[in-house]
């Protein structure tokens, strides 16, 4: 089941994705559910999956404005460093980590599907990270790895996109570089996590124009999903609604001689086996319209 977020003339909605076109929920779920976070949280996706099974769709999918999944999720945990031929990409003979690198970034760092990327006036090196997302469905603290895939809703695509020279202004910090407003993208929709029979077999490929960069699978991760959760599980509640990026692959501009970053009329494609594409056109700050985060 494919659920996503959405505006249409204006107004904040979210719906279910069916071939003939998408299926409008905001008002159909009672009072208590008018987000997709609010599903999750109310754990109503089996009320969401009753309504796709027997309602016709209200809107073609090319008539709506794609919003992030989870437009404002209490936390967006990344993880870096993630595939092991990641790290080995680094090339500073260190050994494979112990623990996973952990950062933060704010739900105004990102845009929906369609929207674009914006490249800052205050740095020419906007890079792309294609990832995939852990949506958290149901709340837990100090959760066990066997218990781990049941805290998942489901999974979407990242371009955990990042400006490279302010990852370097601090000492031990990556934040600036990391939440610069509407560098990333989160879409088009979630995937529910039912559709899935196996977590540490999905693909993973970032194309710019076309050109693939960025290729792997999830069998090459040091911290599979269920070692994440139990992981961030074990300082920090989980809620409903939490988005976890699991990591990017080799291949991000930064890593070319010399390096490949982003600029005002590229696009970015972001692929997740069994989830769909995030693509996203790139444009200077200055050119791009002023709108609202997805």
Same mark, same amino acid.
């Given at each position: *089941?494919?659920?996503?977020?959405?505006?249409?003339?204006? %107004?904040?909605?979210?719906?279910?994705?069916?071939?003939?076109?998408?299926?409008?929920? @905001?008002?159909?779920?009672?009072?208590?559910?008018?987000?997709? +976070?609010?599903?999750?949280?109310?754990?109503?996706?089996?009320?969401? +999956?009753?309504?796709?099974?027997?309602? #016709?769709?209200?809107?073609?999918? /090319?008539?709506?404005?794609?919003?992030? $999944? =989870?437009?404002?999720?209490?936390?967006?945990?990344?993880? !870096?460093? /993630?595939?092991?031929?990641?790290?080995?990409?680094?090339?500073? !003979?260190?050994?494979?980590?112990?623990?996973?690198?952990?950062?933060?970034?704010?739900?105004? #760092?990102?845009?929906?599907?369609?929207?674009?990327?914006?490249?800052?006036?205050?740095? %020419?090196?906007?890079?792309?990270?294609?990832?995939?997302?852990?949506?958290?469905?149901?709340?837990?603290?100090?959760? +066990?790895?066997?218990?781990?895939? %049941?805290? &998942?809703? !489901?999974?979407?695509? *990242?371009?955990?996109?990042? =400006?490279?020279?302010?990852?370097?202004?601090?000492?031990?910090?990556?934040?600036?570089?990391?939440?610069?407003?509407?560098?990333?993208?989160?879409?088009?929709? *979630?995937?529910?996590?039912?559709?899935?029979?196996?977590?540490? %077999?999905? #693909? &993973?490929?970032?194309?710019?124009?076309?050109?693939?960069?960025?290729?792997?699978?999830?069998?090459?991760? *040091?911290?599979?999903?269920?070692?994440?959760?139990?992981?961030?599980?074990?300082?920090?509640?989980?809620?409903?609604?939490?988005?976890?990026?699991?990591?990017?692959? =080799?291949?991000?501009?930064?890593?070319?001689? $010399?390096?490949?970053?982003?600029?005002?009329?590229?696009?970015?494609?972001?692929?997740?086996?069994?989830?769909?594409?995030?693509? /996203?056109?790139?444009?200077?700050?200055?050119?791009?319209? $002023? @709108?609202?985060?997805?």
């Amino acid at each position: *089941m494919k659920l996503l977020s959405f505006e249409l003339q204006g %107004q904040p909605r979210f719906g279910v994705v069916k071939e003939a076109g998408v299926i409008d929920l @905001t008002q159909r779920m009672g009072s208590h559910i008018t987000t997709l +976070r609010d599903v999750l949280r109310h754990d109503a996706l089996d009320q969401a +999956r009753r309504l796709m099974q027997s309602t #016709s769709p209200d809107h073609a999918l /090319n008539s709506l404005r794609y919003a992030c $999944p =989870i437009p404002f999720p209490e936390k967006i945990i990344c993880v !870096g460093v /993630n595939y092991a031929h990641r790290n080995a990409e680094y090339k500073d !003979g260190s050994d494979l980590p112990k623990y996973p690198s952990i950062f933060l970034r704010f739900p105004g #760092s990102f845009v929906g599907h369609g929207e674009p990327l914006i490249r800052p006036p205050e740095s %020419q090196q906007l890079d792309y990270e294609g990832e995939i997302a852990i949506i958290i469905g149901k709340a837990g603290r100090r959760i +066990r790895v066997e218990q781990a895939h %049941q805290h &998942i809703a !489901g999974l979407t695509c *990242m371009n955990e996109g990042t =400006i490279r020279d302010w990852l370097r202004h601090g000492k031990f910090n990556v934040t600036q570089g990391k939440n610069f407003d509407r560098t990333g993208a989160i879409g088009p929709w *979630m995937v529910s996590a039912d559709a899935f029979t196996d977590f540490n %077999q999905l #693909s &993973i490929c970032t194309r710019v124009n076309g050109e693939t960069r960025q290729e792997d699978n999830t069998k090459n991760l *040091m911290f599979p999903f269920a070692e994440l959760i139990r992981y961030i599980s074990s300082w920090t509640t989980l809620q409903p609604g939490d988005v976890i990026a699991t990591g990017t692959p =080799i291949g991000a501009g930064v890593r070319f001689d $010399p390096p490949r970053f982003l600029k005002a009329g590229d696009r970015v494609d972001v692929e997740v086996g069994g989830v769909g594409v995030l693509s /996203n056109p790139v444009a200077d700050e200055s050119s791009a319209s $002023p @709108t609202e985060p997805g």
